[in-house]
């Protein structure tokens, strides 16, 4: 069984959910520490002037060494400013009119959210059914695992009993560091293998690695043969090196 582990992120990118598609569980890394000012409180959106910053307001002072699980939303109506943004830079988009009243109603009629952990998984569930992703999700709190960094993440394979585990490129420097973590477990490594394609976006030139929510309101329900048009083969660790200094982004986000 394969699996990747990734921290619960707000509307994430695309190849967020194309790790996510080429896992048999996708693991839910809540139980670490929070870091504000990450995605896992905020995300970009296409303007007409580039990419801008769509931030969830959360309660960190006093609160350092909180786990990410255990993060509360400090505005419960932040979404308003949120969906305001969200009409004036896709108003126009053609898929716009069709999934705007699902998201408010995940925000709304759903909420009001408490923790940040709860909201994202949610928009997560929603993203993930629109791309056609049918992975399960389990969150790490649930999960018998403990451990720091690569021992946590190989722990987590074993406790549900994965014998591979895809991870983004993006962590490939500690994982490949701690090999053996892997290897006396018996879990096989492979790192994701990700180009971002390009789609219909309003305000030219195209950007790439903005949400998911700007190719959904743009594309509509191509919006899974997008996201899975950009994967190539996975890289095996003796590919690795090389790849990460060509290819990392800054959206891979670290376990």
């Given at each position: 069984?394969?699996?990747?582990?990734?921290?619960?992120?707000?509307?994430?990118?695309?190849?967020?959910?194309?790790?996510?598609?080429?896992?048999?569980?996708?693991?839910?890394?809540?139980?670490?520490?929070?870091?504000k000012q990450t995605w896992q409180q905020r995300n970009r959106i296409?303007?007409?002037?580039?990419?801008?910053?769509?931030?969830v307001p959360v309660e960190f002072r006093g609160r350092f060494g909180q786990t990410i699980g255990e993060v509360e939303i400090r505005e419960a109506e932040f979404w308003k400013k949120h969906a305001r943004s969200l009409e004036v830079n896709y108003g126009r988009a053609e898929h716009f009119r069709r999934f705007f009243p699902e998201l408010l109603w995940i925000f709304k009629e759903?909420?009001?959210?408490?923790r940040l952990a709860d909201l994202n998984v949610a928009?997560?569930?929603?993203?993930?059914?629109?791309?056609?992703?049918?992975?399960?999700?389990?969150?790490?709190?649930?999960?018998?695992?403990?451990?720091?960094?690569?021992?946590?993440?190989?722990?987590?394979?074993r406790s549900v009993g994965a014998t591979e585990y895809l991870s983004p490129i993006g962590a490939a420097g500690y994982v490949l560091a701690e090999m053996e973590e892997f290897s006396e477990r018996g879990i096989q490594v492979l790192f994701q293998n990700y180009t971002h394609p390009a789609y219909r976006q309003l305000f030219p030139p195209f950007l790439p690695y903005a949400s998911?929510?700007?190719?959904?309101?743009?594309?509509?329900?191509?919006?899974?043969?997008?996201?899975?048009?950009?994967?190539?083969?996975?890289?095996?660790?003796?590919?690795?090196?090389?790849r990460v200094a060509e290819n990392q982004v800054e959206n891979d986000a670290q376990v």
């Open positions: 069984m394969r699996i990747a582990i990734m921290q619960p992120t707000y509307l994430p990118w695309l190849g967020y959910f194309d790790l996510m598609d080429q896992a048999d569980l996708f693991v839910l890394l809540d139980n670490v520490q929070f870091a296409k303007n007409s002037q580039g990419l801008e910053w769509l931030s759903n909420g009001p959210w408490s928009l997560m569930e929603w993203l993930k059914s629109l791309l056609d992703v049918k992975t399960p999700m389990v969150r790490a709190s649930e999960l018998d695992a403990e451990g720091k960094r690569a021992g946590r993440v190989a722990s987590i394979c998911v929510i700007d190719c959904i309101f743009n594309e509509g329900a191509r919006s899974g043969e997008i996201m899975r048009s950009g994967r190539g083969n996975p890289y095996p660790p003796d590919e690795v090196p090389v």
